[in-house]
């Protein structure tokens, strides 16, 4: 992939980022639902094991719930992208060794 086919799958993402967060419900997912229909949503632990750094798809810094969502969904974009890019780099050298190819 070169740079520029890179740029502009980054540049989709982002917009499919923007269009869902602007789609985006305020009402509980499927499973909160559940949890709620069924009773046991009230024996949930309050305190998590592990902070989230994004709770509920927001940046609690970020006063609009647009922006805020669309915050942290671009995060999201940039930190699996980031993911996938090392392990790009990671896993090239061995699969251009494997098949002979330099």
């Given at each position: 992939m070169n740079r520029r086919s890179i740029v502009i799958a980054l540049a989709i993402c982002l917009a499919v980022v923007?269009?869902?967060?602007?789609?985006?419900?305020?009402?509980?997912?499927?499973?909160?639902?559940?949890?709620?229909?069924?009773?046991?949503?009230?024996s949930a632990s309050e305190a998590p094991v592990?902070?989230?750094?994004?709770?509920?798809?927001?940046l609690p810094f970020i006063a609009s719930p647009f922006w805020s969502g669309l915050s942290a969904g671009?995060?999201?974009?940039?930190?699996?992208?980031?993911?996938f890019w090392i392990f790009r780099l990671l896993f090239r050298g061995r699969a251009s060794s494997t098949t002979g190819q330099e």
């Open positions: 923007a269009l869902a967060s602007a789609f985006a419900s305020a009402f509980p997912d499927g499973l909160e639902w559940v949890a709620e229909q069924t009773g046991f949503i009230e592990i902070a989230s750094p994004l709770p509920d798809y927001s671009a995060i999201g974009v940039a930190i699996v992208f980031g993911f």
